[in-house]
């Protein structure tokens, strides 16, 4: 039995001693580099550019401008492919452009031998525009005179739903009804890997891309609908990476390196994005106003959440149409006897296109929604964990969205368990009569989320086992491992549903679109929950053919043979070993009359979607005269079903609390109002949390069992970035009495509301 | 472009390269099939090259290839022999302190120096934090981290 247990990760001991090679590390002789030419303005039309400086520097092989790529536009987010044309992708996007929409946007490309001299000669390539107005904030960008960023106008989507019943009855049910406007800044992934690909052709019609991406194959579509290629001449391999939180679940550098090794002949061409570059023209978490209201009664009972997001996507759509979507439709999940109205709205601006980042639009929701629910606690007189133990969804709820009984439900569990570790309710009494300066408080804030994107998108995943002449199994997968540790917990479920050791399961971690199964990926924190189902039938699949095999062999019924440790066995005295797996497997191989190479191979589409749960408890001393936020003690409950492999899991969230936290408390692009100017695209002046910021982390988990997977597990690697910022909101408000509805709280945005309510 | 050539220690072997005065140490490690030496921003604001120069760790992109002259260098390549880990390395294995590993050997050279500074003594987590302030890690939210370098301290 492995599952459950934490193996020693399959990738660990090859990355302290770096022999993991990441899309960098590989080299090929001959490889030019190639460098962006980037707009110097927000916003503007390119009246003329001269290359002729740069293309007489030695060693520059070609400049190329936005007059050289196809006008075919393409989208870049990294979704499955839809057969439903209105569920398609925004098409926006072209290879480079003389329609510059942020500071930064991308108008040509010089390709040279070597970094250093592409790097000079970019430089020396003369830009010179028509600027337009800019519209950097939601209310520019929405105003009827704001100028058009792209032809059909700066609204992407909007959408709205209602369920649960209706909102109008739900509100004159309510005693008491809240409302708040929760502004979320702009974020920055910063994975330690920057963004990088090559490409090279190895036919005349075969293109060859290796990328730092979490979505081969969906790379592999997208690069097909920008160069007009059939998909299957392309390849891409997508060795380790360094990271990508959502940033990689875009189609960032392929189509233009395919596009330059075409154009050059088939050499290998590389474009490495500096950090300056992968900060701010990759994408970015969405910039959201976030209108919410709650109603309640006052015996406690939640009757209505009602929100309206507007989200900012930036220059370009990406993932922009679906994220307040996704996130609304998970939300649901959380207090489902509540009735539910959500709107949305995404738009254009100039500022850094915007696209998938880790938990996809819910940290920014659930900053609002739980700031309102909280204020609905606090106005009707009841405990904010109360209130939430009232309304939280428990077994056998149905969720409002989706109609579907609720699968495994821990969140009751996970508030009271978050409660008793963080001492609450003797804290609560400590606190109540503070006086001071610098004062402690205890916030709250739960979340939902889903276990995929079904059935917004199809969910799909394939694995294939061989068994190999020594008895061990290789296992291939379209999942791909990000850091997450999905080829540890995939391999502990083949060994656990084939009967051997978690070290005879070998895990092919390179995925090359050309030979690995179809999967689209790491994203929706879907891997393990999809990828589950297919290993499991794959591994059934390859017990049985290695069972039959050893029936073959020893003429022993096969009902009565079972896979043991890796050893055939007795079913009925499983410590009877009849057969080692090694000399089964060298029969299967090598016997001239009998067996063959013994391999499964499974595709599964998954047809549900697992809600997850959890919640933040947090203790905060916040010093008044420096506008100062400490967190004193912090803790993360997690109801993520059956935990397949702990220390990963607690990892996890360990990752998430810190990102949730930086979010919170430090992290925001600057970007000035009037110009579109990045203020901060560097990881100096961008604070994301180095080991001096973040405090003690701690996490718990409620296992539960969720039966539509295999093995009885859900999402985990998103959730736990979703409810720092609320917890942490409502922590200040419980210490200070004060309310903030922005995020980051930074010192400045605290001595404001300070000096507004008077403590300084 | 201008050329020097410099004599070093990498992992304890001997190398004698000429090296365009321009490059970076990191750059040169990388050329000469040290990939653990990773390159995260090139400004010295991640710590992810972070490489041994005589036992001091240093940001290799800041720190040009012809300053290395007459120099040991140590990256987390040299830190295992053969199969056998280096506490560090160990440490950071049983506690789960690596995912994307990307920053990994930056960190773990990082850790193998402040650990080798502090013999003896037995650091807290304060002070471990305060000694790895200059490498970013986006994936662990360096909780596994400090108590990997606390368990090393302990062999």
């Known amino acids: ?760 | 472009m201008q050329s020097r050539t410099i004599s070093m220690q990498i992992n304890g072997k001997s190398y004698q390269e000429e090296v365009d005065v321009r490059k970076s140490l990191m750059e040169l490690l990388r050329e000469l099939g040290l990939t653990s030496v990773k390159q995260g921003c090139g400004v010295g604001e991640c710590g992810a090259c972070t490489v041994l120069v005589d036992d001091i760790a240093v940001d290799s992109c800041l720190y040009l290839a012809v300053w290395a002259d007459n120099k040991a260098i140590r990256t987390a390549e040299g830190e295992c022999r053969g199969e056998q880990l280096s506490p560090v390395q160990q440490a950071y294995v049983e506690e789960g302190a690596v995912q994307c590993g990307f920053c990994t050997p930056g960190l773990i050279m990082a850790s193998t120096a402040f650990l080798e500074k502090n013999q003896g003594k037995k650091p807290g987590r304060e002070e471990i934090r305060r000694g790895h302030a200059g490498n970013l890690c986006r994936c662990t939210g360096y909780q596994t981290i400090i108590s990997a370098v606390e368990k090393a301290a302990e062999k």
Request: charged content about 20%; overall charge negative.
């Open chain 1, 1 to 760: 039995m492995t599952v459950g247990k934490s193996p020693i990760r399959k990738d660990v001991r090859a990355k302290v001693t770096g022999k993991t090679r990441y899309t960098d590390d590989f080299t090929m002789p001959g490889m030019l580099e190639a460098k962006y030419v980037r707009s110097s303005i927000a916003h503007g039309r390119v009246t003329s550019i001269d290359t002729s400086a740069a293309l007489a520097i030695p060693g520059v092989e070609a400049v190329f401008t936005f007059a050289d790529v196809p006008k075919t536009l393409f989208p870049t987010a990294g979704h499955p492919y839809s057969l439903d044309p209105d569920h398609q992708d925004v098409a926006d996007r072209l290879l480079l452009t003389d329609h510059v929409r942020y500071h930064g946007d991308e108008v040509a490309i010089v390709v040279a031998r070597d970094q250093l001299t592409a790097h000079k000669a970019a430089e020396l390539v003369l830009v010179e525009y028509d600027e337009l107005p800019v519209c950097v904030t939601s209310a520019a960008a929405m105003a009827d005179e704001a100028p058009p960023i792209h032809p059909g106008g700066n609204t992407i989507k909007s959408t709205s739903f209602a369920v649960g019943g209706d909102p109008k009855e739900a509100e004159q049910a309510a005693d008491v009804v809240c409302e708040g406007v929760f502004t979320t800044p702009v974020i920055l992934h910063c994975h330690l890997e920057n963004h990088t690909a090559y490409a090279y052709m190895d036919d005349q019609n075969h293109l060859v891309i290796v990328s730092s991406t979490q979505i081969p194959h969906i790379c592999r579509r997208i690069v097909g609908q920008a160069l007009d290629m059939n998909w299957s001449t392309i390849r891409v391999i997508k060795p380790y990476i360094g990271g990508g939180f959502g940033n990689k679940q875009d189609v960032v550098l392929e189509p233009m390196v395919a596009f330059l090794t075409r154009k050059l002949g088939g050499v290998p061409v590389k474009l490495e994005l500096e950090r300056e570059e992968c900060l701010v023209s990759t994408r970015t978490r969405h910039a959201q106003t976030i209108t919410a209201r709650a109603g309640a009664q006052n015996d406690g009972l939640l009757t209505l959440l009602d929100v309206n997001v507007l989200s900012n996507t930036g220059a370009y759509a990406s993932h922009g149409h679906s994220i307040p979507m996704a996130a609304g439709s998970k939300f649901c999940h959380l207090y489902p006897r509540a009735v539910t109205q959500f709107s949305a709205t995404s738009h254009y601006a100039n500022i850094p296109a915007a696209g998938a980042m880790r938990a996809y639009g819910s940290p920014q929701l659930f900053f609002a929604v739980e700031g309102v629910v909280e204020e609905a606690a606090r106005k009707i007189g009841m405990d904010s964990v109360e209130f939430r133990l009232k309304n939280s969804a428990r077994p056998g709820d149905i969720t409002s969205k989706t109609g579907e009984m609720l699968h495994s439900v821990g969140m009751i569990e996970c508030l009271e368990k978050g409660r008793d570790a963080i001492e609450w309710q003797k804290k609560k009494k400590r606190y109540a009569d503070q006086e001071g300066t610098i004062l402690r408080g205890l916030g709250v804030a739960s979340f939902s989320y889903g276990s995929g994107t079904y059935p917004a998108c199809v969910e799909i995943a394939g694995c294939r086992l061989v068994l190999n002449q020594d008895g061990t199994v290789h296992m291939q997968v379209g999942a791909t491992e990000i850091g997450q540790g999905s080829d540890t917990v995939l391999a502990q479920m083949a060994a656990e549903t084939l009967g051997i050791d978690y070290d005879a399961v070998h895990v092919v971690s390179e995925q090359d679109t050309d030979v690995t199964p179809f999967d689209t990926g790491a994203y929706a924190s879907r891997q393990t929950y999809v990828a589950a189902p297919a290993v499991h039938d794959a591994a059934e699949q390859l017990k049985g053919k290695i069972l039959d095999h050893a029936s073959l062999m020893t003429g022993v019924d096969r009902q009565q043979l079972d896979l043991s440790a890796g050893r055939v066995v007795r079913g009925d005295q499983p410590d009877q070993v009849v057969l080692p797996l090694e000399e089964l497997a060298l029969d299967s191989y090598y016997h001239k009359d009998r067996g063959g190479q013994l391999t499964a191979e499974v595709s599964v589409k998954t047809r549900t979607n697992a809600p997850s749960y959890g919640c933040t408890f947090v203790e905060v001393e916040v010093d008044i005269a420096l506008c100062q936020v400490k967190i004193i003690e912090i803790i993360n409950l997690h109801d993520a079903g059956t935990i397949i492999h702990p220390l990963s899991a607690e990892g996890q969230v360990h990752g998430g609390m810190a990102m949730g936290i930086g979010m919170a408390l430090f992290e925001e692009l600057l970007i000035d109002d009037e110009t579109g100017w990045i203020y901060n695209g560097n990881l100096l002046d961008y604070k994301i949390p180095t080991c001096m910021d973040i405090p003690e982390l701690d996490c718990a988990f409620i296992q539960t069992h969720d039966p539509t997977s295999p093995y009885g597990n859900k999402s985990l690697g998103e959730p736990p970035i979703i409810s720092q910022g609320p917890a942490i909101r409502n922590a200040i408000w419980d210490a200070t009495g004060v309310k903030i509805q922005t995020m980051p709280m930074t010192p400045k945005v605290l001595f404001s509301h300070f000096r507004e309510a008077g403590l300084i």
